[in-house]
């Protein structure tokens, strides 16, 4: 049951570069989001998925874009990587709605110098 | 969007000990989940509590919800080092319920043995 699996687990870019981290779930949860973590400020939603074709912007959109051609992939694209962009990144899925619980990937921690 | 803070942010005890955090907020919510996160690892589900005033039980783990659903504790019965790690309190950002999740910035726990 291999779950959410993230991809890379390690990126170190440069500043103005294009980044794209890769999610892919096994389970068929119709629920997809992208998390950041940073110190001092927790977990802040990036974007989340409803479902293939459906995405929203959650609180810190910027920068950042999304795509869910498929119900199993949710990837995450920085288009410009800005040293503020520099955390780490958490995939997680949800079977029962949007509140509902999450399941999350073992992350992807990017550095932008 | 709701707003979870967390209390203490840091806690370092020792083996055997018991303790309490807390995590609370200005606002109503219609559910709280508890997550446990270890380095280098995404959280981990531990509860979700719905009805105000609620206790629910894990092992060593108890956790509340307040009358008014406000605010939440999780308190742990004689502490073990597999304990450790960064407990995250989550609800809908939006009173509706039917948002995504919000996180506290969380409390970071350390158990010596």
């Known amino acids: 049951d291999a779950g959410i699996t993230q991809s890379p687990r390690y990126k170190i870019t440069e500043t103005g570069r294009q980044v794209t981290l890769m999610c892919h779930q096994t389970?068929?949860?119709?629920?997809m989001f992208w998390y950041r973590q940073d110190l001092g400020h927790g977990l802040r939603l990036i974007y989340y998925?409803?479902?293939?074709?459906?995405?929203d912007k959650g609180e810190v959109p910027d920068g950042y874009v999304v795509s869910r051609s498929k119900t199993e992939n949710f990837p995450l694209t920085l288009e410009s990587a800005t040293r503020s962009q520099t955390s780490v990144y958490f995939c997680?899925?949800?079977?029962?709605?949007?509140?509902?619980?999450?399941?999350f990937g073992e992350g992807s921690r990017l550095t932008v110098l | 969007t709701q707003l979870l803070e967390q209390s203490p942010q840091f806690l370092s005890i020792q083996e055997g000990e018991n303790l309490t955090v807390y995590c609370n907020s200005s606002?109503?919510?219609?559910?709280l989940q508890w997550y446990r996160q270890e380095p280098g690892e995404g959280p981990v589900l531990l509860v979700t509590?719905?009805?105000?005033?609620e206790v629910k039980k894990l092992k060593r783990l108890t956790f509340q919800f307040g009358d008014a659903r406000k605010d939440s504790s999780l308190h742990i019965t004689a502490a073990q080092p597999g304990d450790t790690g960064l407990y995250l309190c989550?609800?809908?950002?939006?009173?509706?319920?039917?948002?995504?999740?919000?996180f506290g910035k969380g409390t970071r726990l350390s158990v010596i043995a």
């Open positions: 997680a899925s949800s079977v029962t709605g949007v509140a509902g619980e999450l399941f």
């Open positions: 389970w068929s949860h119709s629920y």
């Open positions: 998925s409803a479902a293939a074709d459906i995405t």
């Open positions: 606002s109503v919510f219609s559910s």
């Open positions: 509590v719905v009805t105000g005033g």
């Open positions: 989550a609800g809908p950002s939006h009173i509706t319920g039917n948002t995504p999740l919000v």
